[in-house]
């Protein structure tokens, strides 16, 4: 949508590690929930994981189960840059990932795994892991 652009997808071999960047020109970009979700044919658009806004008290971070140890969030408040760090990618990864924004805070962690509560959405960056 502009305003949210993701970058650094690409072919790999499983494995292999891969980071990904989302970047934001908006204030909700630091003060809301930044959150990536991934998409495969024939699949429902899929929670990966998300960080709450730079105002929180506690910085929040959650992920989902099958990328939960693999992968880490972080943020670069200075730049606007939410980080997806990739480790140990799996073949089951391969999917269109995309990066989000949440146009509200969230009062509790449910908000942050589904997609209907974001407003701002990146035009996706392609990751395919093969074997």
């Known amino acids: 949508q502009g305003q949210v652009v993701e970058s650094g997808g690409g072919l790999v071999q499983a494995g292999d590690s891969l980071t990904l960047s989302c970047t934001g020109s908006?204030?909700?970009?630091?003060?809301?929930?930044v959150g990536w979700f991934r998409q495969t044919p024939g699949k429902a658009r899929e929670f990966v994981g998300a960080?709450?806004?730079?105002?929180?008290?506690?910085?929040?971070?959650d992920y989902s189960n099958s990328v939960k140890g693999r992968f880490t969030i972080s943020r670069d408040a200075a730049e606007n840059t939410v980080y997806l760090q990739m480790n140990s990618l799996k073949p089951e990864d391969t999917a269109v990932y995309y990066c989000?924004?949440?146009?509200?805070?969230?009062?509790?962690?449910?908000?942050?795994?589904?997609?209907?509560?974001?407003?701002?959405w990146g035009q996706g960056t392609r990751v395919t892991v093969s074997s």
């Open positions: 989000a924004v949440s146009g509200n805070y969230f009062s509790n962690v449910m908000q942050y795994t589904r997609s209907s509560e974001y407003t701002y």
């Open positions: 960080i709450s806004g730079t105002s929180a008290i506690t910085a929040y971070v």
């Open positions: 908006t204030r909700a970009f630091t003060e809301f929930a």
